[in-house]
T-cell receptor, first 116, second 111 residues
């Protein structure tokens, strides 16, 4: 149980395009999902907390208009990187908290974004 | 400010060795401490600890929490090359709020 999927697993795009990443909880309902980015050999950096049916809470220094988050249902959150630039190239990981399971976050497999 | 510190930052051992990874924390309203293993992709969950002094075990891995000393260790016995990974410690201070992650310990097990 507690499986989280992400799609796509890898994306390569040109500078200036927008990229949407989906995060789904497959076998549980997730009222809260988190979005992280991770640079090579660095730790996870929390970008935002996504709550179903409400606006996401962004961490300091993360541009809301650049990284659009939508948590439309209890099993789906999306992150859209708008007008992507090469410095946005990174590994993006989502995690989900299952209601009633305390703090255990289950991570998706991640999406590697490369912006040319 | 909530803080999680892991040590050592990196470690190289030979197969068969036993290793101990450390995690200390300072958080308000502590709720739980979690250990994750990260190989090439996203972290996979290992343990969640909420009570002091109770050891959690899974095969060759075990972990224990000391809430008085604000400290946890992760032990791996009879290490194998497949144990090579970054081990992340994270602390939760209430349900559904972001975990605070340490920077991880990079373990390399050589044959």
């Amino acid at each position: 149980g507690a499986v989280v999927s992400q799609h796509p697993s890898r994306v390569i795009c040109k500078s200036g395009t927008s990229v949407k990443i989906e995060c789904r909880s497959l076998d549980f309902q997730a009222t809260t999902m988190f979005w992280y980015r991770q640079f090579p050999k660095k730790s996870l950096m929390l970008m935002a907390t996504s709550n179903e049916g409400s606006k996401a809470t962004y961490e300091q220094g993360v541009e809301k208009d650049k990284f659009l988050i939508n948590h439309a249902s209890l099993t789906l959150s999306t992150l859209t990187v708008t007008s992507a630039h090469p410095e946005d190239s990174s590994f993006y990981i989502c995690s989900a908290v299952a209601g009633g399971m305390g703090d255990t976050q289950y991570f998706g497999p991640g999406t590697r974004l490369t912006v040319l | 400010e909530d803080k999680v510190v892991q040590s050592p930052l990196s470690l190289v051992v030979h197969e068969g060795d036993t290793v101990t990874l450390n995690c200390s924390y300072e958080v308000t309203n502590f709720r739980s401490l979690l250990w994750y293993k990260q190989e090439k992709k996203a972290p996979t969950f290992l343990f969640m600890l909420t009570s002091s002094g109770i050891e959690k075990k899974s095969g060759r891995l075990s972990s224990i929490l000391d809430k008085k000393e604000l400290f946890s260790i992760l032990n791996i016995t009879a290490t194998q090359t497949g144990d090579s990974a970054v081990y992340l410690c994270a602390v939760g201070n209430s349900g559904n709020t972001p975990l605070v992650f340490g920077k991880g310990t990079r373990l390399s097990v050589i044959a």
